[in-house]
Structures are given as C-alpha cells and as structure tokens.
C-alpha cells in the first residue's frame, strides 16, 4: 500500500492526504466504489448508492479547495442500517421496515454531516440487532473478509465487512452486548463501545435505552478517537500514556478460561508483550459478577424492547407498529424470541424491576474492582472464538463442546454492556488466518482514557494486517 493509496487507509491517515491536497475526495470516493462492487458478494452493504457517493465527493472538494477544514471533511462512512439517515433507507435488517427511508436524520448523522462526512450507505446487520452472526433471512447472509465462509459477527457484522473489505475507512455501529466489539473483533478492526449515553440514541432503531449505545468500528483506535469526538461532541485531548508502570487488570469470573487454543496464545503473547514493555499486570477478582450478570442481561433487554421500539416507531415516523413489525420477523432465531414478548411471554415488570437492582450490583461490582485494584482497565480477549462457518446460528463448538452461538460469542463482553462502562476492542493477531482481538474495559466516563491506553497498547504491536482483497 503507497502513501497516497486510499484502499486500507484509515480516517486519520486519509483525513492528512485530503488537507495536504494529496488526494481528492472524489479520488477516495471511485477507489472506494471499485472496491465496494469487487466485493459485493460479501454482502456488506444491503444500500450502497455510487452516484450519490460521488455527488458528496465532489462537494467536499470544492469546500476543501475554499479552504474549510472540518473534522471529517470529505471521509466516507458507512452506517448501521438501523441508524437513521435521510436519503437512506433505514430497515433495521428486518421485513416490515425494509426499504423504508426516514423522516430525519439520526442526531449522530447530524453530527457526521456536519463535520463534513460522506454517508456511503446502510451496513447489513442481524435482523433487529437480536443476534451475532449477521445471517438475516430478509437482507441475506454478511460474509467475513477474511474467510467468505465465515461470520463476520454482529449485530453490527455489516460494519465490519465493510471495512475490513477496504470498502470503507469506517462505520458507525450500535452495541447492546457485543455488538461492536465482537464484528470488530471478528474482522480484524478496532472498535469502541462508549460509555451509554455519551452518544445521542436519537433516530436509532433500539432495542434497550439503558444498554444501547452507538459506537465507531475503523482501521485504528486513532481513527476511532477521532470519530468519539465528531459523535460525542468531547473533544478532550487524547492522551496516550506511557506503558511503563501502567496498571491493567486481568479479571477473574472466567474471562481467560476456555478459549479457543489460537486466541489464548495470541492473547497471552499480547500479555508478554505488555509486560515486556513495563505493564503492571494485576489479578482482580469479581466476585459475584456472573450472576449480577445473568439476572440483569436478558430481562432488562427483553422488557425495554417492547417499551422502546414502540416509541421509536411512533417518534421516528416510520409508519408500522410494533406489531406488524414484530409480524415481518424473518430469521429463525430472532423470529423465535421477539413474537413472544408481546403476548403472554412478555416480560414481567417485577422482573424487570429485579434485573435493574441487579444491573446496579454490576455496576457497583466493577467500581470497586478499578478503585480497589487501582486499575486503569481490565485486559481480556474480546471472543473466545474466532469467526466460526456461516449457518450455526444456534450453538458453535468451543474445545469440543457445542454451546450457544449467542452466549459463547458475547461471554466476555455482555457483563460491561450491561454495566454501561466504556469498551474498546483492537486487533492483536490471526489464529488459523482468523482475527483475534483484545479487549479493554474501563471505569465509566474513562472513555477517552481508555482510547489512549489502546492506543499505546496499539503503537506497541505490530500494524494490523488488511483482509485479503475482495477483487
């Protein structure tokens, strides 16, 4: 890759290319479109509009060329297809919204335009965002880069493929349990789940307020830490620490227990690495993490789907309810939870109740784990598995044993989402060809911390490789 090649060129790097007048953003735009029919078959995209694309471009060169410098100016995006953006459809990978195009941007898109963003198109996802593997009966399967046979992850699975495919330098994604993090993971990419709240969920299609959060998947945390500011509006100086004499926790609660042979070697070399570099490795206990976990997760998931898409659908316009909505369900797995939850297999307000009492423990359980420990963050691997084939959307075999898809991929992951900590994930390393990513949790509202600790840790190793060309 030259310097002035944009394929595979993260925001940071192209952003310099732009303002230094070493490429154009219509340049950007036609290399990107190349790239993006090339691979079509991985199915990353289900909206993709070339011409529009191109239009975008050339406005932003001609802003470029009056001399107006922006955050983003003139950088592609592709985002979520449940992320709300007019021009686009926005189906949130489900029938009954399929096509369906918005009455108003997103509040995220608002501030991607206006940073100056060019909105590529809609990134495939899991239908409704309830599920990992992104093989959607309405949208078809996503493919991972890295092997088309393979799941790229999920919810957010088509934000991965776009970008580890050089489709794009970045995506905008939305994290319940995972939902960053593990396609970032899975497709070799850094990605970051923020603290809940510190993106706006306006004119995203939900499935829990208290647990959703949007959050950016690019080549580098770099790029990410720029993209945090554009979404956030936190334009803290990003300061990235020195790795001698920084403390980071390994928890206990089974974070490095049954991994995949290739993840653990890879992520216990990242360790060695650490070390070598004068990280302060900290053994930190949860006690009652798993179980705060457990009663907390699906409850509060379940119950404030119904509570909260109702209210998207009436706010955002959409023009169905939640029942024809939940009547359009398609893929297997998401049609055999979601129509339950609306009749008498909803979810009980006393339960619900209960799992938000348990969601505080979590939270208070993690509070004390940094303050105590006197940890920065904690540091595990993001999956347990890499990708594993296309189609076991019911269980996968981990060590040889199958156990669920959903829980098996999210393991590692859920218990932060559902304490509303910041998260970040950062390729490490291929196992088998596959990627391998480490994760790193941190206290809440650390996030900006947390994406300069990822980035020393990121200087640290060797460059993240590209998936193999589409073409």
């Known amino acids: 890759m030259s310097e002035t090649d944009p394929i595979g060129q993260g925001v940071v790097a192209l952003r310099r290319l732009l303002q230094a007048r070493k490429l154009t953003s219509l340049a950007l735009a036609e290399a990107l ?46 985002l979520k297809d449940n992320i709300d953006a007019v021009g686009w459809p926005c189906g ?11 009455v108003q941007d997103a509040e995220l898109v608002r501030r991607l335009r206006a940073a100056g963003a060019l909105i590529t198109g809609k990134a495939n996802m899991h239908e409704l965002a309830f599920g990992i593997t992104t093989n959607n009966a309405v949208t078809g399967a996503a493919h991972n880069p890295w092997n088309p046979a393979r799941i790229p992850g999920g919810s957010s699975g088509g934000s991965g493929v776009v970008v580890a495919a050089g489709m794009v330098p ?7 349990g995972g939902s960053v993090r593990v396609p970032s993971a899975l497709c070799g990419l850094a990605g970051l789940r923020p603290t809940v709240g510190r993106v706006p969920g306006t004119g995203i299609a939900p499935i829990s307020t208290t647990r959703d959060t949007a959050g950016p998947m690019a080549r580098s945390i770099l790029d990410c830490a720029l993209l945090d500011e554009v979404l956030t509006g936190d334009t803290t100086p990003l300061k990235v620490p020195a790795l001698r004499g920084l403390r980071l926790g390994i928890p206990g609660a089974g974070y490095w227990d049954n991994l995949e042979p290739g993840v653990e070697l890879v992520g216990l070399r990242t360790l060695e690495a650490l070390r070598t570099a004068g990280v302060v490795m900290v053994e930190v ?42 009547a359009g369900v398609r893929s297997p797995d998401v049609a055999g939870l979601v ?27 993690y509070a004390n784990a940094f303050e105590s420990h006197c940890v920065a963050a904690l540091i595990f691997p993001t999956t347990a598995l890499t990708a594993r084939p296309i189609g076991e959307d019911e269980t996968v075999e981990l060590n040889g044993v199958r156990g669920p898809t959903f829980g098996t991929f999210i393991r590692n992951t859920d218990p932060g989402s559902n304490a509303a900590i910041p998260g970040v994930t950062l390729p490490v390393g291929l196992s088998d060809g596959l990627p391998v990513g480490i994760a790193l949790d941190g206290p809440a509202g650390s996030d900006r911390r947390l994406l300069g600790i990822a980035a020393a840790i990121e200087a640290l190793l060797p460059p993240a490789p590209l998936a193999p060309s589409p073409v």
């Open 33 to 78: 479109i190349a790239r993006t029919e090339a691979g079509a078959a991985l199915n990353g995209y289900v909206a993709f509009d070339a011409e529009a694309l191109r239009d975008q471009a050339r406005q932003a060169d001609a802003r470029i060329a009056a001399g107006e410098d922006l955050p983003l100016l003139g950088i592609p995006i592709a």
């Open 92 to 102: 949130a990978g489900t029938g009954a919204l399929h096509g369906l195009h918005p």
């Open 170 to 176: 970045a995506a905008i994604g939305t994290d319940t």
């Open 285 to 326: 206990d949860l006690p009652g993490l798993q179980e705060a976990n457990a009663a907390a997760s699906f409850p509060v998931a379940l119950y404030e789907f119904v509570r909260d898409m109702r209210a998207y659908l009436t706010d955002a316009q959409r023009g169905i309810t939640l029942e024809q909505l939940v």
């Open 339 to 365: 129509p339950g939850l609306l009749g008498e297999g909803a979810m009980p307000e006393a339960v619900y109740q209960d799992a938000l009492a348990a969601r505080q423990r979590l939270q208070a359980i």
